[in-house]
């Protein structure tokens, strides 16, 4: 009975390769997202879905694709990895665009080498 | 932007001690403060929040406290126990469409036996 899940758990590469993510939650929220942790616990923000439409995207690199199929997915590709993409990627979602509760995914710790 | 500081960024308490820790925001327009707390190796989870026209709220040995003038905001745990042990993120968010949560940068708590 997962609320927020995410795919794969783990994911090691290497340098140069194109990777994806997957998320789904079952909250029936509106609103999802992706957040990037740093070795050192950084929490920020990437992407917000509301809907299937993007409403939030930082300053990202392009190689970062978000893709939301409909609103209780959204999976997230990368092109090009590279070291510095090394982190866990949490996917959460809230109740509408709003906000407020943040409901994480497991995260998924992806290593680049 | 809105800049969320948070200190101390390690905090070591005896068990049974009570510990504190604080937020500095920058927007005065924020209005909703929510602290997560995320174990070693899991997801961050919200433990409690707070918005703006309260100044403080309590949830059995956990409370938070808010100052709007001063703009900072403070999580208390009382009577702590080894599962108290956990890393702290508290987070600030501005009510409007597009808005989104920042997050302080994370306080690692461990509780001595």
């Known amino acids: 009975d997962t609320a927020v899940s995410q795919t794969p758990k783990y994911l090691v590469t290497q340098m140069g390769n194109d990777k994806s993510i997957k998320c789904e939650q079952n909250?029936?929220?509106?609103?999802m997202y992706w957040y990037k942790q740093d070795s050192k616990k950084f929490l920020k923000i990437m992407f917000s879905?509301?809907?299937?439409?993007?409403?939030i995207n930082e300053t990202v690199p392009n190689r970062f694709s978000p893709k939301s199929p409909d609103k209780a997915h959204l999976n997230l590709h990368i092109n090009s990895l590279e070291l510095g993409d090394s982190a866990v990627y949490f996917c959460?979602?809230?109740?509408?665009?709003?906000?407020?509760?943040?409901?994480f995914g497991p995260g998924t710790r992806l290593l680049v080498l | 932007g809105e800049n969320v500081e948070q200190h101390p960024s390690t905090l070591s308490v005896q068990e049974g001690d009570s510990a504190v820790i604080k937020c500095t925001y920058s927007?005065?327009?924020?209005?909703?403060f929510p602290w997560y707390k995320q174990e070693l190796g899991k997801r961050p989870q919200l433990i409690i929040d707070i918005r703006s026209n309260v100044g403080e709220k309590k949830d059995q040995r956990i409370a938070v406290t808010l100052n709007k003038t001063a703009k900072h905001f403070s999580l208390h745990i009382t009577e702590t126990q080894p599962e108290d042990s956990a890393v702290y993120f508290c987070a600030v968010h501005r009510y409007s469409s597009a808005s989104k949560i920042i997050f302080g940068s994370g306080t690692r708590l461990s509780i001595r036996p």
């Open positions: 959460a979602s809230s109740m509408d665009r709003f906000q407020e509760t943040q409901y």
């Open positions: 909250l029936g929220h509106d609103t």
């Open positions: 879905y509301n809907n299937k439409e993007l409403i």
């Open positions: 927007d005065s327009a924020s209005n909703y």
